[in-house]
């Protein structure tokens, strides 16, 4: 007869936490829970930060979850220190230990950073976005680093605010994650309103005065009143160091979100299991759908399906919506389902392994709708 699972703690209070707390509830444990987070703030979307917090003039409430209701011991403002996989015990910078029969690891991931210059912004946490907001605010010049989803998310961002704005990519923005067909339709909208892109090699930050300059790969040197940088995360993974459940800072799980059959990983800092290789896949709906899986197979065990994930992305930026389900980045040219080149589409994909993408841009549809296309599109 197995023991009966009497304290859980999950650390990490983004909305992979969160929803590992919220799924745990509802699969029947109704033990002790514990959140341990290392923001004083209760969780929020951290997608709305690149989105709507930063463009959407007074509004400060697109980041607010609903209140939650897994009626957890919330520890805010706590960071774990370390974790004791023998005796079961998570060390807290408090100098206190939670005990736990099942533990959820949730702690994200952080931004890289191209220097160690106070001035280099980036934009991870709400402080953060908050902070950039009001800087923005003054209509700075801008030099973003970083031509991915949220670099290109930001560029927008301080546009629509009013700011002067270049871009500063490794290769044509967004090709590395959409693929050249959709990174050319964000690359030329982003053009025509205003922004300024340039291609390099490489960038590095350094300081000249009180100013802190790009440099790019041929010497030129590109200088503004505020540089942000977007230039991928590094998972938070370091607490972990002397567990042996870190391989080169991500931990490697199972098909259901474990690592041991105590302890699930979840969110940024875990790479499962994919039709495409083990990956880390560092979105919010990957978060979710982790979470839900592994909460289950906490109490469950192996009696839990597998993840069967479907990536979805979306993204908003120089008036553009895009929302997309499937395997990214895309190659060649789509099938168009509705509409056409000059205007809102609904299109689709197919890979030589037999999936499919559907994406929907400008164009109002489900995401059932465009999961259904993209089975298809195989």
């Known amino acids: 007869m197995s023991t009966p699972i009497q304290r859980v703690v999950v650390v990490g209070n983004g909305i992979a936490g969160l929803t590992a707390a919220d799924t745990l509830r509802q699969a029947g444990f109704d033990g002790e829970l514990t959140i341990v987070g290392d923001e004083t703030h209760p969780a929020y979307s ?33 960071r774990a220190t370390g974790l004791d996989v023998d005796r079961r015990l ?69 546009l629509a605010a009013g700011c002067r704005v270049t871009l500063v990519s490794q290769g044509l923005p967004l090709v590395l994650q959409l693929g050249p067909y959709l990174a050319g339709a964000f690359v030329t909208a982003a053009r025509e309103r205003g922004l300024s892109i340039v291609q390099t090699g490489s960038a590095r930050l350094d300081r000249r005065g009180d100013d802190v300059r790009v440099v790019l790969d041929d010497g030129a040197v590109l200088e503004a009143e505020l540089v942000v940088t977007a230039v991928g995360d590094v998972p938070n993974t370091e607490w972990l160091a002397d567990t042996g459940l870190a391989d080169r800072g991500v ?20 790479a499962f299991p994919t039709p495409h290789g083990r990956r880390r896949i560092p979105l919010w709906s990957s978060a979710i759908e982790q979470a839900k899986v592994a909460a289950v197979a906490l109490v469950r065990g192996d009696d839990t399906p ?37 205007g809102p589409a609904l299109m689709r994909w197919s890979h030589g392994d037999g999936s499919g993408a559907a994406v929907a841009l400008n164009h109002r549809t489900s995401i059932p709708r465009l999961r259904r296309l993209s089975q298809q599109a195989g």
């Open 46 to 78: 951290r997608p709305a930060l690149s989105k709507a917090l930063l463009r959407d003039g007074d509004d400060l409430s697109s980041h607010k979850l609903p209140p939650t209701t897994h009626g957890a011991i919330e520890l805010l403002g706590v």
């Open 90 to 158: 998570v060390a807290l910078d408090d100098g206190g230990a939670l005990p736990y029969d099942r533990l959820v690891l949730a702690t994200g991931s952080r931004a890289r950073r191209l220097s160690d210059l106070p001035e280099e912004v980036v934009l991870r946490g709400l402080d953060d976005a908050l902070a950039l907001r009001k800087r923005v605010a003054d209509r700075p010049s801008v030099v973003v680093v970083g031509g991915g989803p949220l670099g290109m998310e930001i560029a927008s961002g301080c």
């Open 251 to 270: 931990i490697q799980v199972d098909c259901r979100g474990l690592v041991r059959p105590e302890i699930a990983a979840v969110g940024d800092l875990a």
């Open 306 to 342: 597998p993840l069967a994930f479907q990536p979805y992305f979306w993204t908003e930026q120089f008036g553009l919506s895009l929302k997309a389900v499937g395997h990214l980045p895309l190659e060649g040219e789509p099938t168009y389902v509705e509409g056409g080149p000059d």
